[in-house]
């Protein structure tokens, strides 16, 4: 699995406008750390956690916060989901904040994935060799993609992702993320990646794929 390398494509696919379209978002983004890391305090890292699903399910989900050796269970969940704050570098002094809440099935599989990638992460290993070992991972059937449709939620508003264009980090608007392994563009009508502000794939054709999908919000009051 290449859980992170669909991001530099995607990113550039979508305008700027939208990666930067709220200032209040970029705002509680910048609260955080350049490098997130277990010395962000543990009540914080909970939240961060929880923020990324609706609380009926996050309240309910196992949580992982990060320790000094990777992914630390603090909580046993009841709802089979699962919430953690993902993480990689970008450079040697900027790393990504990723809330996540895989629901069952990324629970039995990509999870695993994410908590070995951190373990190497932690213990000084570049993304290069994490990439590298997860690969190996897969042919050697350490790993397992997700065998059903499922999905993970992405929908915390401090998501800061990358790399971008400039290989930094950038605030980036809830999503959803949901399993389509082997699945390819023409599956969704497109003959490329769409160039599309709330529609992509994270990696089309593998059996790690993702279809991202951004929620438009709710008009308001005054748009009726």
Known sequence: ??????????????????????????????????????????????????????????????VYILGLKGDEKVREGTN???CFVGRHFVKPTETTVEPTCFDAEGSRTLLLVYLHGEELRTSGKSEADIKADVANGYTEGRFKYPSKPGFLYMMSSQNRLGPTSD??????????????PNMTTKDIGFDSQPKLSYLGMTNPGAGDNLIVVLPKAPASHADH
């Open 80 to 82: 089979g989901f699962s």
């Open 167 to 180: 290989n930094g980090t950038a605030s980036f608007p809830p999503h959803l993320m949901f399993y389509a």
């Open 1 to 62: 699995m290449k859980p992170m390398n669909w991001r530099k494509g995607f990113l550039r696919v979508l305008s700027i406008g939208v990666l930067l379209s709220s200032a209040a978002i970029r705002g509680m983004a910048q609260e955080l750390p350049k490098i997130y890391d277990a010395s962000v305090p543990r009540e914080r890292q909970i939240a961060l956690a929880e923020s990324a699903a609706p609380a009926e399910v996050s309240s309910k989900a196992t």
